[in-house]
């Protein structure tokens, strides 16, 4: 750990993405085992919601119950620490693939939420965008007791009620202009919004290191900004329990949970360069 610390200290702009594994210890289930291998089936695809009546109803059911999970949860020490470390003006970006809102609520400032906030919901016709909070009260009143309903929570805030009957599910839609309403999330199958990847390039080539923090980096939305980073020859860090699609690129790796260990290195880095400032000083 201290030899990851050393390393990193030399570094001003540090580039940050952070996976599944960041969110996990406050209590947001994940896709993947430290393997990489799927824990459960593929998510709705992109395509399935925006044609079928009946992906929607299914969607729409099974997120009234999860979204509950997702509302009560809470950043931990990990996402307290890049709050810190971007307070102390050290992070290029923060790049975030997950849409559960946790860095903001730490408050980290000017976050690339690549695939999205689930917090959100956006009009496909209209494009206004919504309040997911106000969405449940809606879900509530016209599929009463579904909110009530024992599933076992999945990640993205998603549950397992297949067992209920989802013809009966009411689908949501805009109060606006009537059209159909979606998570403002990208779906599998779907691609990430053109001008939030050129964002990402953009700061990424102002940085000089990348660091990994929870990702098995599995989704090629991520890894491409490893393989971008290695082929400008900027150093990749990696925080992360298990395999990940970019061990062959990383510099130096710390297999470790990220609660435990990102705190104390965001510790040890800015004690590093109080350091360096005080030599300057003299």
Not at 208 to 222: K, P, R, T
Request: proline share 4%; charged share 20%.
């Amino acid at each position: 750990m201290q030899s990851f610390i050393d390393r990193l200290t030399q570094h001003r702009r540090i580039w940050v993405l952070t996976g599944a594994g960041i969110s996990h210890p406050s209590g947001i289930p994940v896709y993947r085992n430290h393997h990489g291998e799927w824990l459960r089936n593929v998510p709705i695809q992109h395509a399935d919601f925006i044609s079928k009546q009946r992906s929607r109803q299914r969607y729409w059911a099974r997120s009234m119950v999860g979204w509950q999970l997702m509302d009560r949860a809470e950043p931990n020490p990990a996402h307290r620490a890049l709050a810190r470390l971007e307070e102390r003006q050290l992070l290029a970006q923060l790049v975030t693939q997950n849409v559960d809102t946790l860095h903001q609520q730490a408050g980290s400032n000017g976050v690339i939420a690549l695939h999205g906030r689930v917090d959100q919901v956006i009009c496909l016709q209209c494009h206004g965008v919504f309040s997911r909070a106000d969405l449940q009260s809606i879900l509530t009143r016209d599929n009463p007791g579904l909110h009530e309903y024992a599933a076992r929570a999945l990640p993205d805030g998603d549950a397992d009620i297949d067992d209920y009957d989802m013809t009966s599910v009411k689908v949501p839609v805009c109060d606006l202009c009537g059209g159909t309403l979606k998570p403002n999330v990208v779906f599998f199958g779907d691609s990430v919004p053109k001008r939030r990847v050129d964002q990402c390039v953009a700061s990424l080539n102002a940085s000089d290191a990348l660091l990994v923090v929870g990702s098995s980096l599995q989704v090629y939305s991520g890894y491409r900004f490893c393989q971008l980073a290695a082929e400008q020859g900027k150093p990749i860090y990696c925080i992360n329990l298990g395999e990940t699609r970019a061990d062959h690129l990383f510099v130096e790796k710390l297999e470790a949970d990220v609660v435990d260990t990102l705190p104390g290195i965001v510790d040890g880095l800015l004690m590093g360069i109080e350091k360096d400032a005080k030599k300057q000083r003299c």
